[in-house]
T-cell receptor, first 118, second 111 residues
Framework: NAGVTQTPKFQVLKTGQSMTLQCAQD?????MYWYRQDPGMGLRLIYY???????DKGEVPNGYNVSRLNKREFSLRLESAAPSQTSVYFC?????????????????FGPGTRLTVL | AQSVTQLGSHVSVSEGALVLLRCNYS??????LFWYVQYPNQGLQLLLK??????LVKGINGFEAEFKKSETSFHLTKPSAHMSDAAEYFC?????????FGAGTTVTVRA
């Protein structure tokens, strides 16, 4: 099993450009998440998807959009990149029970995408 | 909303010494608490989690944490540090299946 995979690993954008970060998991998880990591701030939730077909805002959603393409894939789009979006982005997934998600579920993280916006 | 606070952004220990990383939480209901580790240029990996089954939780790589309701704490310890423990450690609390992370503590291990 590959677990959670993310592409690309690195990206440099100019202000105003758009891009999509891809995430896929092969653990049959129901829930998927996008976080950003900035020095001294831990990880902050951007968007999450509790199940296929649903998405909800997290703590810092402004400037981002997401698509839960199917159960395996969850993408994050920056429509018009800004320098403040320079960060490391992590995708995570959790919960394979048919009875639904639980707050005790472990989240499994991908290796991250390092994004720089000039 | 639930939150966690990690005391100390950097901790330096000698190889073989005790590792103690502090985490305090704020929650109006019994919390579900997690410790994750991040090695350089990698994603996060679960060390251990508290789900109310037992107050002393044992994790991977010799780490353990004790849930103390009276002190609203969930400190992480390891009796003897190894060079491979050099990493960043995050405490997190789960609320409605979403994690809120502390700012992280970077551990360096001196030979």
């Amino acid at each position: 099993n590959a677990g959670v995979t993310q592409t690309p690993k690195f990206q440099v954008l100019k202000t105003g450009q758009s891009m999509t970060l891809q995430c896929a998991q092969d653990m049959n998880h129901n829930s998927m998440y996008w976080y950003r990591q900035d020095p001294g701030m831990g990880l902050r939730l951007i968007y999450y998807s509790a199940s296929e077909g649903t998405t909800d805002k997290g703590e810092v959603p402004n400037g981002y959009n997401v698509s839960r393409l199917n159960k395996r894939e969850f993408s994050l789009r920056l429509e018009s990149a800004a320098p403040s979006q320079t960060s490391v982005y992590f995708c995570a997934s959790s919960g394979s029970r048919t009875s639904g998600a639980s707050s005790t579920d472990t989240q499994y993280f991908g290796p991250g995408t390092r994004l720089t916006v000039l | 909303a639930q939150s966690v606070t990690q005391l100390g952004s950097h901790v330096s220990v000698s190889e073989g010494a005790l590792v103690l990383l502090r985490c305090n939480y704020s929650s109006s209901v019994p919390p579900y608490l997690f410790w994750y580790v991040q090695y350089p240029n990698q994603g996060l990996q679960l060390l251990l989690k508290y789900t109310s089954a037992a107050t002393l939780v044992k994790g991977i790589n010799g780490f353990e944490a004790e849930f103390k309701k009276s002190e609203t704490s969930f400190h992480l310890t390891k009796p003897s540090a190894h060079m491979s423990d050099a990493a960043e450690y995050f405490c997190a609390v789960s609320e409605r299946n979403k994690l809120s992370f502390g700012a992280g503590t970077t551990v360096t291990v001196r030979a």
